[in-house]
């Protein structure tokens, strides 16, 4: 079993940043790639970033590509989403969630855990 707890969400103004963290235990996720997900109120759950075991590889939605950065640490089992140019349109609850299938570095995932989710609200 792993569990994921995301941390970091916040209220944030227009153009501000936030980081966003998910801490892994029960298991290490170090060969494991993991992905960010956000769902808003009203819509479905959409895909944000993704980033393979290594750290070598990652993948990113349109909408953040640019704007956000997905990154690790194993020794910490920890993964961080960098939220920069933040818009009212990322008001989501975002999630992480890992793709447990070992050293997988393709671009889509099979996403077997899942966290609690951390709110970030971005005002106008």
């Known amino acids: 079993q792993v569990q994921l707890v995301e941390s970091g969400g916040g209220l944030v103004q227009a153009g501000g940043s936030l980081t966003l963290s998910c801490a892994a235990s029960g298991r290490t996720v170090s060969t494991y790639a993991m992905g960010w997900f956000r769902q808003a109120p009203g819509k479905e759950r959409e895909f944000v970033a993704r980033i393979i075991w290594s750290g070598g590889r990652t993948f990113y939605a349109d909408s953040v590509k640019g704007r956000f950065t997905v990154s690790r640490d194993n020794a910490k089992n920890t993964v961080y989403l960098q939220m920069n140019s933040l818009k009212p349109e990322d008001t989501a609850v975002y999630y992480c969630?890992?793709?447990?299938?070992?050293?997988?570095?393709?671009?889509?995932?099979?996403?077997?855990?899942w966290g609690q989710g951390t709110q970030v609200t971005v005002s106008s």
């Open positions: 969630a890992a793709d447990v299938r070992p050293y997988y570095s393709g671009p889509t995932g099979r996403y077997d855990y």
